[in-house]
Nanobody, 119 residues
C-alpha cells in the first residue's frame, strides 16, 4: 500500500524558514520522481518543485526559485522541501506527490501539511 506522510508544517513569520518532510512507503521510492504541490485557500492546486529519481535533477516554479530546495534521501525513502525567505503568499497546504511510473499506476498524493506565513 502506497503511503506518503508529510510533516513539518506550521506557523512562521515572513522571512522565516520551514523544512517539510515526506516519508514514503509501499513502492520503489528510488525509482520514482517526487514532487511537492501546494494549494492556498480559494486557489487552484499549484506545482511547486520536483526531483527526478536517480540523478536528482530538480525543477521549481518561478515563484520559489532561489528560496526553496527540494531534496531526497533514497536510503530513507524521504523527500524534503526546505523553504527559506517565506512570504505570506507561500501560505498553503503542501502535498507530497509520487509520480506515475513503471512501478506506480497513477500519481499518489499525501494528505498534506499546512504552512502559514504570517506576522
Amino acid at each position: 500500500q502506497v503511503q506518503l506522510v508529510e510533516s513539518g508544517g506550521g506557523l512562521v513569520q515572513p522571512g522565516g524558514s520551514l523544512r517539510l518532510s515526506c516519508a514514503a512507503s509501499g513502492f520503489l521510492f528510488s525509482r520514482n520522481a517526487m514532487s511537492w504541490y501546494r494549494q492556498a485557500p480559494g486557489k487552484e492546486r499549484e506545482w511547486v518543485a520536483s526531483i527526478s529519481s536517480i540523478s536528482g535533477i530538480t525543477n521549481y516554479v518561478d515563484s520559489v526559485k532561489g528560496r526553496f530546495t527540494i531534496s531526497r534521501d533514497n536510503a530513507k525513502n524521504t523527500v524534503a522541501l526546505q523553504m527559506n525567505s517565506l512570504k505570506p503568499e507561500d501560505s498553503a497546504v503542501y502535498y507530497c506527490v509520487a509520480a506515475k511510473s513503471l512501478s506506480l499506476s497513477k500519481d499518489y498524493w499525501g494528505k498534506g501539511t499546512l504552512v502559514t506565513v504570517s506576522s
